[in-house]
């Protein structure tokens, strides 16, 4: 999947990823926002069209779900992001967030002593 989402369909996503799977309403309650009903059912709908979100029908009323996870949405964002604006270069993304104080050298000890002891644990 290559889809970016829009900032009103990325509000509601995120509304759907917390709440797992849920119907409208519940959909409705977790955008952090003071959209209306139609509105957010209406992206919902947009999120089906681009394969993001599937849906159960109980009834007449539908029941939503994620198709696609927030991690592998944050992953697909992330790598474009690193590739338009740092040749794909993990590198070049961190040393511009070192650079910029976004991120500091005790994060990226700490960071180095996670992913070593992940790496231990493999």
């Not at 009103?8 to 799977?21: D, F, N, R």
């Not at 849920?22 to 089906?48: C, H, M, P």
């Not at 592998?72 to 070049?92: N, P």
Request: overall charge neutral.
């Amino acid at each position: 999947m290559n889809k970016e989402l829009t900032k009103a369909e990325e509000q509601v996503m995120q509304a759907i990823w917390k709440v797992g799977q849920g119907f409208a309403s519940d959909i409705v309650a977790a955008v952090e926002s003071d959209a209306a009903y139609n509105t957010v059912l209406t992206v919902v709908r947009t999120l089906e069209q681009k394969g993001f979100v599937g849906h159960e029908t109980f009834n007449r009323s539908n029941r939503y779900y994620p198709l696609v996870s927030r991690e592998e949405y944050m992953q697909q964002q992330l790598s474009g992001f690193a590739k338009r604006y740092f040749g794909s270069s993990a590198r070049a993304l961190v040393s511009f967030l070192v650079n910029k104080n976004e991120v500091t050298l005790e994060d990226l000890e700490s960071l180095t002593k996670e992913l070593e002891n992940n790496k231990k644990q493999c």
